[in-house]
């Protein structure tokens, strides 16, 4: 009768089991891969019709903030740029009945400034409305022609207000540091103030 053989038993020691997470997982997971035609060219195009519509918008904004700026710029320099001739025209003396600005001259003898109205000191101009006679009336207009040519000669200074002898508030005025009521009196447009010489002869 045959033994069987029994090889000797073998003692193994064994590790303590490894955590899950120090485990080597079984179960492979191969990378998917990603057709990058097919997923990121729609975003692509979606992403450069945004940019373009963004950017048309920029542009008709830019084009329209150009123009308005335009307008403004012309505008203001419409408005405020300096014209020297009508600076001048409105300092100018002229006839009150159809005055430009704010200095004109009413008579032979009166003027505004700057909207005020002026007696001069000094002289007597013949009438024009009051005129009492057509003598005195024609004076009165080549008398008023003359100080409108007479003012705008030069500087002109207009002296403080004092009251002359029949009671009147009156000014001294200078042209070029003249006196204009000498001068319209050296022209014979004008007497002397308290003279009571009559126009009408």
Same mark, same amino acid.
């Given at each position: 009768?045959?033994?069987?053989?029994?090889?000797?038993?073998?003692?193994?020691?064994?590790?303590?089991?490894?955590?899950?997470?120090?485990?080597?997982?079984?179960?492979?997971?191969?990378?998917?891969?990603?057709?990058?035609?097919?997923?990121?060219?729609?975003?692509?195009?979606?992403?450069?019709?945004?940019?373009?519509?963004?950017?048309?918008?920029?542009?008709?904004?830019?084009?329209?903030?150009?123009?308005?700026?335009?307008?403004?710029?012309?505008?203001?320099?419409?408005?405020?740029?300096?014209?020297?001739?009508?600076?001048?025209?409105?300092?100018?003396?002229?006839?009150?009945?159809?005055?430009?600005?704010?200095?004109?001259?009413?008579?032979?003898?009166?003027?505004?400034?700057?909207?005020?109205?002026?007696?001069?000191?000094?002289? +007597?101009?013949? =009438?024009?409305?009051? @005129?009492?006679?057509?003598?005195?009336? %024609?004076?009165?207009? &080549? #008398?008023?022609?003359? $100080?409108?040519?007479?003012?705008?000669?030069?500087?002109?200074?207009?002296?403080?207000?004092?009251?002359?002898?029949?009671?009147?508030?009156?000014?001294?005025? +200078?042209?070029? =540091?003249?006196?204009? @009521?000498?001068?319209?009196?050296?022209? %014979?447009?004008?007497? &002397? #103030?308290?003279?009571? $010489?009559?126009?009408?002869?």
């Amino acid at each position: 009768m045959s033994k069987h053989w029994k090889p000797g038993k073998q003692t193994v020691e064994l590790a303590a089991p490894a955590s899950p997470a120090a485990r080597p997982s079984r179960i492979r997971r191969a990378p998917v891969p990603i057709n990058s035609n097919v997923v990121a060219a729609p975003r692509r195009r979606a992403n450069s019709r945004e940019r373009d519509l963004y950017l048309g918008i920029a542009g008709v904004l830019a084009f329209a903030a150009a123009i308005a700026a335009g307008i403004v710029a012309i505008s203001t320099f419409t408005v405020s740029h300096d014209d020297p001739t009508a600076d001048a025209r409105a300092l100018e003396f002229s006839q009150c009945y159809n005055a430009q600005g704010p200095n004109c001259v009413l008579d032979g003898g009166t003027i505004y400034v700057s909207g005020e109205r002026i007696d001069i000191a000094g002289l +007597e101009a013949p =009438g024009i409305t009051d @005129a009492r006679c057509d003598s005195e009336h %024609d004076r009165g207009v &080549e #008398a008023a022609t003359q $100080l409108a040519l007479l003012l705008n000669g030069g500087p002109l200074t207009v002296g403080p207000r004092v009251r002359d002898q029949s009671g009147r508030i009156v000014r001294k005025v +200078e042209v070029r =540091g003249r006196d204009v @009521a000498l001068t319209m009196i050296g022209r %014979d447009v004008a007497h &002397e #103030a308290g003279s009571g $010489l009559s126009w009408c002869h």
